[in-house]
Every structure is written in C-alpha cells, then in structure tokens.
C-alpha cells in the first residue's frame, strides 16, 4: 500500500495508519509512506506499520518540525513484529525535532539525517526479537548545536535484544551526544522542552545498548561532547572518535567481553 503526503506551508499534522497482519505473524505485505513537508511547525505523528518489508520516509524542510510521539514498526508484542523495516527520516533546517521512531522485530533499520543548526534526534527504542538478526540505527548531524538524547521521560536513543548496531556521526561544533532531556516550561522546540546540561543517568540514560553483542559508533570531528554511553551485557563493543577540544564524559560497560576504544585527535 502507498500512502503520501505534501505540504509547503505551516502548521500541518500527517497521521498514518498502515497495518497488515497474517495468520503467520513474521510475513505480511510491503507498506509504502511517504511524508513530504515544507515550512515552519510541521507534525508528523501516530505511524504504524506492522508486517515484513514496511518503508516510511519523512522528508521536512524548514524551521521548527517534528516527528513526535509513536511512529512505530512492529507492535510492543512480538505478535506483530517489524520484518526488514525501513524507517528514514531527513530534515534541513534548523530546530528540527525527532521525538521518536520505534522498531520491533528483525533486521530493522532507522535513518535519521538533520543538516541545520540546534536539531535534536531521539528514536527511543529499537529492539530486536529473541534469536533473530540484528537491528540498525544510524543518525547524521551535520550542524552546530545538535543533540542526541532523550526526550522527556523517554529511554533516549535506545537498543535492546542482540547483534544490534548504532553509529552516531556529527559534523560542526557544539554537538552532543548522549545528552538527557528533562522538561523546562520555558524552553521548548517543536513542543517539546528541553535542558541540553542534564546529564543522563541510572534510570534515565540516553543512549543505550542493552544486551548482548551490540556495536555502537560515534564520530565527531568538532568541539563535541560525548556526554553519556551505557552497554549492559556481553561482548560488546564501543568506538568513540573525536576532533579537537572534544570530550567524553561517561561511558558505561556492564558484563563481560566488552570493548571500548576512544581516539580523540
């Protein structure tokens, strides 16, 4: 099924609903979204794709826009799993918001791309189901003062199961990753309130690899901070590069056979 949406102005929700389910719950027929919006203060919220081969792609250009709350691929049930799902998600522009983009099942993958200046990425969980290929989330920030976090109470740039991979990379200065989001009345983006300076922490960490055999890959080639990294599990492995005046604050192994390996220029 293909579903889209184009706006080029202001103020514009998209909500999608696409589900297919079967008898067998790991086949399914391929969904197809595309979200394509232009301007200031743009939604999209409330995906749902369920079923093998699904495909979502937002694409926003401009100031201030959001991906929020429950774009999801695979239930929160393994009855329902996400096969081989793609969820890519491009903004330009500054001050853009990724809230949250969830994946449950197998051989998932999630691409998030921000080219502006003070965008925050967040997809909160990816978790892989018990015995089955690993899932993959890449997130690209090309800017000044971008973050990678958690937004509000969420677990933050999260993985669960095994064979799991993240690579965080950010081009510029002023860039976080692993910073923890808690609510400020008084700063807000896309409506979503932000504290860049709280750190992560047991119960609230945000970035997250939980389980066994994950990798995670973090390039920043500015005046960075690498500010919170938790793996909890074994054989692990962990790869920080940083420019110059980078630095990296907290990273976290629990278990056995983990690596870790900063290089900072």
Same mark, same amino acid.
């Given at each position: 099924?293909?579903?889209? /949406?184009?706006?080029?102005? !202001? %103020?514009?929700?998209?909500?999608?609903?696409?589900?297919?389910?079967? &008898?067998?719950?790991?086949?399914?027929?391929?969904?197809?979204?595309?979200?394509?919006?232009?301007?200031?203060?743009?939604?999209?919220?409330? *995906?749902?794709?369920?079923?093998?081969?699904?495909?979502? !792609?937002?694409?926003?250009? %401009?100031?201030?826009? $959001?991906?929020?709350?429950?774009?999801?691929?695979?239930?929160?049930?393994?009855?329902? =799993?996400?096969?081989?799902?793609? $969820?890519?998600?491009?903004?330009?522009?500054?001050?853009?918001?990724?809230?949250?983009?969830?994946?449950?099942?197998?051989?998932?993958?999630? #691409?998030?791309? &921000?080219?502006?200046?003070?965008? @925050?990425?967040? @997809?909160?969980?990816?978790?892989?189901?018990?015995? %089955?290929?690993?899932?993959?989330?890449?997130?690209?920030?090309?800017?000044?003062? +971008?973050k990678v976090g958690q937004a509000g109470t969420g677990f933050g740039a999260y993985q669960q199961g095994s064979g799991n991979s993240m690579a965080i990379q950010q081009t510029g200065n002023d860039n976080e990753a692993g910073t923890q989001q808690v609510p400020l009345a008084n700063l807000s983006i896309g409506g979503l309130?932000?504290? =860049?300076?709280?750190?992560?922490?047991?119960?609230?960490? !945000?970035? +997250?690899?939980?389980?066994?055999?994950?990798? @995670?890959? #973090?390039?920043?080639?500015?005046?960075?901070?690498?500010?919170? *990294?938790?793996?909890?599990?074994?054989?692990?492995?962990?790869?920080?590069?940083? %420019?110059?005046?980078? +630095?990296?604050?907290?990273?976290?192994? $629990?278990?056995?056979? +983990? /690596?870790?390996?900063?290089?900072?220029?």
């Open positions: 099924m293909l579903q889209g /949406t184009n706006s080029a102005s !202001s %103020g514009n929700t998209a909500t999608i609903e696409q589900v297919f389910v079967s &008898q067998d719950a790991v086949s399914g027929l391929s969904n197809y979204s595309l979200v394509e919006q232009d301007g200031t203060d743009n939604e999209v919220q409330l *995906l749902a794709q369920y079923g093998s081969g699904n495909f979502f !792609s937002v694409d926003q250009d %401009g100031t201030a826009n $959001i991906v929020r709350d429950f774009p999801d691929q695979g239930s929160a049930s393994d009855e329902r =799993p996400s096969i081989d799902g793609v $969820i890519g998600i491009t903004q330009d522009g500054n001050g853009n918001v990724v809230w949250d983009a969830d994946q449950r099942g197998l051989g998932n993958e999630l #691409l998030i791309e &921000q080219r502006g200046d003070d965008n @925050f990425a967040d @997809f909160e969980s990816q978790v892989t189901m018990q015995g %089955g290929s690993g899932n993959f989330a890449s997130i690209l920030q090309d800017g000044t003062g +971008n309130a932000l504290d =860049p300076e709280n750190q992560g922490s047991e119960g609230g960490q !945000s970035l +997250n690899q939980i389980g066994d055999g994950h990798v @995670f890959e #973090l390039t920043q080639d500015g005046d960075d901070d690498l500010r919170f *990294l938790l793996q909890d599990g074994s054989d692990n492995e962990a790869y920080v590069v940083q %420019g110059a005046g980078a +630095n990296a604050h907290d990273i976290t192994q $629990i278990g056995t056979g +983990n /690596t870790a390996s900063v290089t900072q220029n």
